[in-house]
């Protein structure tokens, strides 16, 4: 199959690294990691030690032919110009595939590409971006695709199969939008804490107070999460975030990530895009408004 991964990123890296083994794979990322990888190769560690060799280019242009697959894991505030990037490379039969953090990626890409050849995933494996060429496979994770309309598809057992092949755990389901929405809960319930106390997963479980911030925020989440139209226990996903804590309790949230590089995060499109939901909905959620407030406090002080 021939892959583009537009934002090539921790994740976008990380999937394009190891598809790159049986798959024609380009790499679209900035200069100083796309340098690296032309020069040296793709250097993976953590989970295995490997350095692998997809093509990279900073400029879709640069690219040849369509790809038979365009993986989106660009930072959701720059999805809407990712989605333009895209229209220059997309062919009629390119799949383009959302594997990204928060509630309002897929709403900016179909705008600008349209919903016929739009699909979605969410994915728990964990990357670190360390440095310009080099990445770590922090922890396996599993990853679930699938169209947007919940039909399960041909092209969608298609993608499961090839990122299965690379080593990926991938499944298909046919309620994709509420996987999106489930992953987002827990997101939304431990990103921010971590972010703003600059702490690792884990260490949300050793403090009570913590603890007890995050399981609020989660209840609040879910909600939300039942007022959209997604079936959701609140119980069930506080065990759930719990487990995804003792999991990832070595690993630091992608916001911690940003606000230590001083870059902009996704509260807009994880907590942020709950709260304008909660609002429509007449929902009341006063730790996740709390929790918007102070992340983009700590933005504007890392800056």
């Not at 583009?4 to 100083?32: C, H, P, Q, Y």
């Not at 039969?93 to 969410?122: C, F, M, P, R, Y």
């Not at 609020?216 to 039942?226: D, G, L, T, Y």
């Not at 226990?233 to 804590?245: G, H, I």
Request: glycine residues 8%; neutral net charge.
């Amino acid at each position: 199959m021939r892959v583009m991964v537009l934002g090539a990123g921790a994740i976008g890296s990380l999937f394009g690294g190891l598809l790159s083994k049986n798959n024609d794979v380009t790499l679209v990322g900035r200069e100083a990691h796309v340098e690296q990888v032309k020069k040296h190769g793709l250097r993976i560690t953590g989970e295995i030690d490997a350095v692998v060799h997809p093509f990279a280019v900073c400029d879709v242009s640069e690219a040849e032919g369509k790809p038979d697959l365009l993986l989106i894991t660009v930072k959701s505030y720059d999805t809407g110009e990712a989605a333009e990037i895209a229209k220059k490379v997309v062919g009629e039969e390119t799949l383009i595939l959302s594997l990204q953090n928060g509630l309002d990626n897929l709403e900016k890409i179909t705008s600008v590409l349209g919903e016929k050849n739009v699909v979605a995933g969410v994915t728990t494996e964990g990357s670190l971006f360390l440095k310009p060429g080099e990445i770590k496979y922090t922890g396996r994770g599993s990853t679930v695709v699938g169209e947007i309309n919940g039909s399960v598809t041909e092209r969608v057992r298609r993608v499961a199969e090839v990122f299965n092949a690379a080593g990926f755990k991938t499944s298909v389901s046919g309620s994709i939008i509420r996987e999106i929405w489930k992953k987002a809960v827990v997101n939304a319930s431990i990103n921010p804490i971590t972010a703003l106390f600059d702490i690792k997963n884990g260490e949300v479980l050793q403090h009570k107070p913590l603890y007890e911030f995050m399981r609020r925020a989660c209840v609040e989440a879910v909600r939300v999460a039942r007022k959209v139209g997604m079936e959701m226990d609140e119980e069930e996903m506080v065990e759930k975030t719990q487990e995804v804590l003792m999991v990832t309790a070595e690993n630091y949230s992608s916001m911690v990530q940003s606000l230590r590089k001083g870059k902009s995060t996704e509260i807009d499109s994880i907590n942020g895009y709950m709260l304008r939901m909660a609002v429509k909905y007449g929902v009341r959620v006063p730790i996740n408004e709390l929790l918007v407030r102070m992340v983009k406090i700590r933005e504007e002080m890392m800056r």
